[in-house]
Each structure stands twice: as structure tokens, then as C-alpha cells.
């Protein structure tokens, strides 16, 4: 507003001193010349009325601080502030002011003065106008802390050292026995077997983990006599397998018109006494363990011969089962339907989850 009040009083000095120079009695030649001086005069009020109002425009135009610019410079950096000047403006506005005030006392009659005048009031609100685009700014940074670079020196991640992987060593065996049982010079037993893998830094893995019967046979040295009483036993543990087998043999039998079977004890004493040697001397032949005849039993045990055996040897659990399976081979079940046998001995034994069978034929 100082600027604009200075602008007026200049003005009004340049009115009072035009309308003192005009004088009515003057001749046409002075008329002429009055004419030329009010026209330069009204271009040069013109001009500065046209730099008091710019002066104005550019003042009322600055850009105010305020509380939402603050805020803005306050998010995009806490550190940094910005303060306008508008005192360089009214600087710029009062130098193109004596500006135009330089061109009208040079110009003073002169019509090419006052279009110069004229220019220069452009130049000025074209100096206005850029001043009012850009608005000078000083930027002031309040100390600060390091406070990224501390950051980076918290969050950076010491270096770390890489453990190789522990390698495979070898298996090692882990082998436990349990229901040890010997006869006849034979010991069997249930074996648990469990592998591990052993690595380099000692640690182990299961690998794998199984359970088996396991006999050790290389000590056999069972007879007739020892294995008698065991025998004797099994007729009675395992009479109703033995029916099984005599029953399905006899129904062989009938299919073909044979006789039926008689099932004879002490056959059938001999037959169990061959299951049981077969069993605990894993010998399954038709040969005695210790290499003799099958034939000789009957003498050692003081009875009658017999002229065929059937053995057999499989997981099946009963003695129908065991029936089948000769059944299914022809030179058993050739036995199983000759007529010239009227008597049977069998023998049934349970050994290791397998069944030893004995059909002995007279």
C-alpha cells in the first residue's frame, strides 16, 4: 500500500503542473502544441495508473504462509521450513517505477516519448508478471541428527557363517532278541532289526525298522525217542486239523470210488515225529534230518511200516487248507486216492508262523 500511495502523489504532481502550463489566450500554434502536451500527459497517467494497479495485482497476489502451507512443508520434511519474501517484489515494483518515472521527464513533448512510456509501462507489467510467477523463497534447514545413517547401522545384519550340512557316514544296526527258545539243539528266536543312518555330526536317522523268527539249526540233534513225547502231545493240540485233513482226504477218495481211510495212532505218532524234526532242522525232504531212511522210523518206534508219504509245508492255518494243496499236485493226491491204502497216520505242527503237515500211508 506504501507503493501504491507514492504512485498517487507523483500523479497528482504531474496534473498540477500540466494545468498550470495551459493558458486560454494562446495563440492556434500554442493551441496545437497544448494538444500534443495533454495527449502525452493522458499517456503517461495511463501508464502509471496501469503500474499502480499491477503494483496492487502483484501485492495482493502473494502467496500467504499459512497454516495449511506449513503443514505441508512440515509432512514432506520435518527438518525444513519455508519463508516468502514480499519485500523483493516491492523492490521490483518501486525500480520500474522510477523507471517509468526517468522516461517521463526525458520524454516531456514528444509524442514518440510518450509510446515510449507506453513501452515501458509494458516492460514493467511484464516485469510484474514474471515476478508474480516465481516467488522467491528462502530455505532454512534446522539441525539435524544422523538419524538414516544410524538406522542403517542398527538394521544391517552381521554376517553369518554357513554350518555344511552333515553327510552321510554309514548304517548302523540296532538289534534286539526276544522269545529265545532251544530244543533239539536248535534256538530260535524273534529278532527286531532297526537301521539307522549315521552322519557326520553323530547324529542319526531311522531308516528302517523290521521283526523276524530266526532260528539257528546248526546244532540239531533231535532223535525219535526226544521227540516222542512232543509228539504225543500234538495229536491231541492239533486233532481237530488232523480231522480236517483225514475228512477232505476221504472225500478225495469217494469222488474216485476209493475205500475211506482209517486213521491209525501210532501212524499218526510217526507222522507228527516227522513234522516236528522237519521243523526244528529245516530239513523238508523226504529224508530223515541226520540222513537216514524215512522208512526206519516205523522200526524205531516198534510198529508197522508204511509205503507213502505226503509233506507239506506252508503259512496256511488249518488242515482243510493243507488238504488242497496236495490235492492240487497229482503225484500227492495220487497217494491221497490209491486204493491199495486202507490206513492213514497224519501229523500237524506249528512252528515260526508256518505249518509243517505229515500224511503217512499203509
Same mark, same amino acid.
Given at each position: ?41 493522458t499517456a503517461i497517467i495511463i501508464g502509471l495508473l496501469i503500474i499502480a494497479g499491477t503494483t496492487a495485482i502483484s501485492i495482493l497476489c !502473494? ?7 506449513? #503443514? ?6 520435518? #527438518?525444513?521450513? =519455508?519463508? %516468502? ?19 517521463? +521527464?526525458?520524454?516531456?513533448?514528444? @509524442? #514518440? ?26 530455505s532454512t534447514k534446522k539441525p539435524t541428527t544422523n538419524s538414516s545413517t544410524s538406522n542403517t547401522n542398527t538394521n544391517t545384519t552381521q554376517? +553369518? ?15 534286539? @532278541? ?19 543312518? !549315521? ?6 536317522? !531311522?531308516?528302517?525298522?523290521?521283526? *523276524?523268527?530266526?532260528? #539257528? %539249526?546248526?546244532? *540239531? ?24 485233513? !483225514?475228512?477232505?482226504?476221504?472225500? *478225495? ?7 475211506? &481211510?482209517? &486213521?491209525?495212532?501210532? &501212524? ?23 540222513? /537216514? ?7 524205531? &518206534? ?30 500227492? %493226491?495220487? /497217494?491221497?486216492?490209491? =486204493?491199495?491204502?486202507? @490206513?492213514?497216520?497224519i501229523g500237524f505242527y506249528r512252528f515260526q508262523g508256518a505249518t509243517y503237515a505229515v500224511q503217512l500211508f499203509r
Amino acid at each position: 500500500m506504501a507503493n501504491k500511495s507514492k504512485s498517487n502523489s507523483k500523479t497528482n504532481t504531474t496534473k498540477s503542473t500540466k494545468t498550470q502550463a495551459v493558458s486560454p489566450p494562446q495563440a492556434t500554434k500554442q493551441h496545437t502544441s497544448h494538444r500534443n502536451q495533454i495527449a502525452i500527459i493522458t499517456a503517461i497517467i495511463i501508464g502509471l495508473l496501469i503500474i499502480a494497479g499491477t503494483t496492487a495485482i502483484s501485492i495482493l497476489c !502473494l502467496p500467504k504462509i499459512s497454516e495449511s502451507s506449513t #503443514d505441508v512443508a512440515t509432512n514432506n520434511s520435518a #527438518d525444513e521450513v =519455508t519463508v %516468502y519474501k514480499p519485500v523483493e517484489i516491492a523492490q521490483t515494483t518501486e525500480n520500474s517505477e522510477s523507471k517509468t518515472d526517468t522516461t517521463e +521527464t526525458s520524454t516531456e513533448g514528444s @509524442k #514518440d516519448t510518450a509510446n515510449n512510456s507506453t513501452s515501458t509501462s509494458n516492460k514493467t507489467t511484464s516485469t510484474n508478471q514474471s515476478t508474480n510467477t516465481t516467488v522467491p523463497s528462502v530455505s532454512t534447514k534446522k539441525p539435524t541428527t544422523n538419524s538414516s545413517t544410524s538406522n542403517t547401522n542398527t538394521n544391517t545384519t552381521q554376517p +553369518t557363517t554357513n554350518t555344511p550340512a552333515p553327510t552321510f557316514v554309514k548304517y548302523i544296526e540296532d538289534v534286539t @532278541k526276544s522269545n529265545v527258545v532251544s530244543k533239539y539243539g536248535t534256538s530260535c528266536w524273534t529278532e527286531k532289526k532297526v537301521i539307522y543312518d !549315521l552322519y557326520s555330526d553323530g547324529s542319526k536317522k !531311522l531308516n528302517s525298522t523290521s521283526t *523276524y523268527n530266526k532260528c #539257528d %539249526y546248526s546244532g *540239531y540233534n533231535g532223535t525219535t525217542a526226544q521227540i516222542k513225547s512232543e509228539a504225543i502231545q500234538q495229536k491231541s493240540a492239533e486233532r481237530t486239523n488232523i480231522n480236517q485233513i !483225514l475228512t477232505a482226504t476221504n472225500s *478225495y477218495r469217494t469222488e474216485v470210488g476209493a475205500t475211506p &481211510l482209517t &486213521l491209525d495212532e501210532d &501212524l499218526t505218532t510217526a507222522a507228527e515225529i516227522r513234522a516236528i524234526e522237519m521243523a526244528w532242522s529245516n530239513v523238508f525232504a523226504h529224508q530223515r534230518p541226520n540222513g /537216514n531212511s524215512i522208512w526206519g522210523i516205523t522200526s524205531e &518206534l516198534g510198529i508197522s511200516g508204511f509205503y507213502g508219504e505226503n509233506i507239506a509245508y506252508s503259512s496256511s492255518a488249518n488242515g482243510t487248507a493243507m488238504a488242497k494243496i496236495w490235492r492240487n499236485s497229482a503225484g500227492h %493226491y495220487a /497217494n491221497m486216492i490209491d =486204493t491199495a491204502f486202507t @490206513k492213514i497216520g497224519i501229523g500237524f505242527y506249528r512252528f515260526q508262523g508256518a505249518t509243517y503237515a505229515v500224511q503217512l500211508f499203509r
